[in-house]
């Protein structure tokens, strides 16, 4: 019941649980017995770098390009050109994950030298979704791209939305993270590109 109770109070911080998507919700009077600590825990996860997946292979998932092309995770980070591959799940259902996706272009731009952000979005109404969000000229660099119907986020084990995955030019993982952290942050940067 812990567990539960600490994995709700985290999609609820993240802002993006899904709601009707499939994921349980709790009961409030259950979520309000839930202790401080539980929450603060919760909170403390969010956000911060996760390396325990480091060193896993990219799933061979596909991915939908704009227009009527198709790629795969593989095949996107091999084409990188040596750079790392910053890959966020995202949706335009999940207000967090449009709220950073500002922050992810201007790192985009600024590391291009480097690194490559890719925008995998989990929307199941597809490009009609997608398009609405990325009008001509919003971003500089990112270009979306979807995964329908949502085997990366599956493959991945995502539990909520943002999440966002580093993987290095040899198609392993460095970190993770769930939730929003600072993408102009010095230290969220340098672990980016260092």
Request: one cysteine or more; hydrophobic letters at 45%.
């Amino acid at each position: 019941m812990k567990r539960a109770l600490l994995l709700a109070a985290a999609m609820g911080l993240m802002g993006c649980d899904g709601g009707d998507k499939g994921l349980p919700a709790e009961p409030q009077a259950e979520a309000a017995d839930a202790s401080a600590t539980q929450t603060g825990e919760a909170a403390a996860a969010l956000n911060e770098i996760d390396r325990s997946f480091a060193g896993s292979e990219a799933p061979d998932v596909r991915l939908e390009l704009p227009g009527e092309g198709e790629t795969s995770l593989r095949a996107a980070i091999a084409d990188a050109g040596g750079k790392r591959v910053l890959v966020n799940l995202w949706a335009t259902w999940c207000p967090p994950c449009l709220a950073e996706m500002p922050a992810l272009d201007a790192l985009a731009g600024d590391a291009a030298d480097a690194l490559i952000v890719l925008p995998v979005s989990q929307d199941m109404e597809g490009w009609q979704a997608v398009d609405g969000f990325f009008e001509a000229g919003k971003f500089s660099v990112l270009t979306p791209v979807l995964d329908q119907p949502g085997s990366l986020g599956e493959a991945l084990k995502a539990r909520g939305l943002p999440m966002t995955v580093l993987y290095g030019p040899d198609g392993k993982e460095i970190w993770r993270v769930s939730g929003t952290p600072d993408w102009a942050s010095a230290a969220v940067r340098g672990d980016v590109l260092s």
